[in-house]
């Protein structure tokens, strides 16, 4: 039998209390807890994300624009597209 040690990776640094804070009332809120399990599949655009839903595109945007300064989403432009994410780590 041979055994190979395994190096245990580093736990991530726990987040601050202001941090948590933020990342609480940004999930307080139904639409942006159903925005972050949409984009669990892939990136979205807020069309993509609005569709089939009832708010607008613009609603949406306005529940990211408060979904990325907690870090529970990102936006990364391709093309005339903003395509958005949740940040696994967050």
Same mark, same amino acid.
């Given at each position: 039998m041979?055994?190979?040690?395994?190096? %245990?990776?580093? @736990?991530? %640094?726990?987040?601050? &209390?202001?941090? !948590?804070?933020?990342?609480?009332?940004?999930?307080?809120?139904?639409? *942006?807890?159903?925005?972050?399990?949409?984009?669990?599949?892939? &990136?979205?655009?807020?069309?993509? !994300?609005?569709?089939?839903? %009832?708010? $607008? @595109?613009?609603?949406d $945007?306005?529940?990211?624009?408060? !979904?990325? &300064?907690?870090?529970?989403?990102?936006? *990364?432009?391709?093309? *005339?597209?903003?395509?958005? $994410?949740?940040?696994?780590?967050?």
């Open positions: 041979v055994q190979h040690l395994v190096a %245990e990776p580093t @736990p991530p %640094e726990p987040a601050l &209390p202001e941090t !948590l804070t933020l990342r609480f009332d940004a999930l307080a809120h139904p639409v *942006r807890l159903r925005l972050l399990r949409t984009s669990a599949c892939g &990136p979205h655009t807020t069309g993509e !994300l609005a569709h089939g839903w %009832e708010p $607008s @595109p613009q609603g $945007s306005r529940h990211l624009a408060v !979904l990325r &300064p907690c870090g529970a989403s990102q936006a *990364r432009r391709q093309g *005339r597209y903003v395509r958005y $994410s949740h940040s696994l780590p967050a």
